[in-house]
């Protein structure tokens, strides 16, 4: 079954970036430094074209259209790009009893990485149950600028498809010990009033500020790198499905990243966790209430 897509207009896409390249123009055949022109009087035939020639600047014969760009040392240009993750949740609440709690894929519970994550290889299974819902899903947002660039991150939105009254249920999870995040800003995207709320604290760049999207953005210029959270929240008393769009620009081009669709929406619910979290226990097959796999932790963290 397909995973959980990340889609921009025209397919799946795991980052959104927006990469200008200069080609450097090389010196003709003569030795003279070729610049855009066009070639003069042409002695075709009435109605055909001459031909286009782009590359490195070098045609042979007469009358060619030539195209190109010069840039100085025939450097590549990037001006920045905006890049969108879906890490999901580290806790989902089961809708339904403890005692009907389904079997995960198998894990090796000697392998250090799933010992510690399992939401990575639980992935596909997790967000494609319809009685599994991440609490407070997010997304992780990076965004890098070089000189003249500038990356914004404008909107985030959520449209839910389907939502319903919670009953209860269990709380389970697949991550333990520190979980993801930024260290740039973190916001929350309210589906209830399609307002979020963002806060940069960025030591580096010695920026520490609120602000509102819509109307404010969040922009990187000139040379830096800014990664942070955007995470969704809504009606507690609620289990959603729908899809999280966030809007993107870079140096003017803009784009959306959108998250979930209707055959496949992620599953979300806003409420604190309460009780004690399941967890997997791989050796002996089983779900376990308070259960962690690492020495000394907590599964409530």
């Known amino acids: 079954m397909p995973v959980l897509p990340l889609l921009r207009s025209g397919g799946i896409a795991v980052g959104i970036a927006a990469l200008v390249t200069a080609a450097a123009c090389s010196a003709g055949s003569d030795g003279t430094a070729p610049a855009r022109k066009t070639g003069g009087a042409s002695a075709r035939p009435s109605g055909q ?4 020639v782009q590359g490195n600047c070098n045609a042979q014969g007469s009358n060619n259209v030539v195209t190109c760009q010069i840039t100085p040392g025939g450097t590549k240009v990037t001006f920045g790009s905006v890049d969108v993750d879906f890490p999901g949740a580290r806790t989902f609440l089961f809708d339904g009893p403890a005692s009907r709690l389904p079997r995960p894929p198998d894990i090796d519970p000697k392998n250090p990485s799933t010992v510690e994550d399992r939401c990575i290889p639980w992935k596909t299974w997790l967000n494609e149950r319809p009685d599994l819902y991440g609490v407070s899903p997010y997304v992780q947002v990076e965004l890098t600028a070089t000189t003249g660039g500038v990356s914004s991150v404008d909107r985030a939105e959520v ?10 249920g269990v709380f389970v999870t697949c991550r333990y010990g520190a ?17 979020t709320s ?7 760049k010695n920026v520490n500020e609120s602000l509102t999207m819509p109307p404010q953005s969040i922009v990187l210029g000139g040379v830096g790198r800014r990664v942070g959270t ?4 809504s009606d507690p008393a609620y289990l ?3 899809q999280l769009r966030v809007h993107i620009s870079t140096n003017g081009k803009k784009d959306v990243v959108k998250i979930g669709d209707p055959a496949h929406p992620i599953r979300w619910v806003s409420a604190t966790p309460s009780g004690a979290r399941y967890g997997w226990d791989a050796v002996n097959k089983k779900w376990s209430p308070g259960y962690c796999p690492l020495p000394n932790c907590n599964p409530q963290d």
Not at 179 to 194: M, Q
Not at 198 to 204: A, K, R
């Open 179 to 195: 979980g993801g995040g930024g260290d740039g800003f973190t916001g929350i995207v309210d589906s209830t009033t399609d307002i």
């Open 240 to 242: 959603y499905a729908g």
């Open 159 to 168: 449209q839910v498809y389907a939502k319903k009254k919670s009953t209860g």
């Open 49 to 52: 074209a001459a031909p286009a």
């Open 198 to 204: 963002v806060q940069i604290d960025d030591e580096e």
């Open 230 to 233: 955007l995470q969704i929240k």
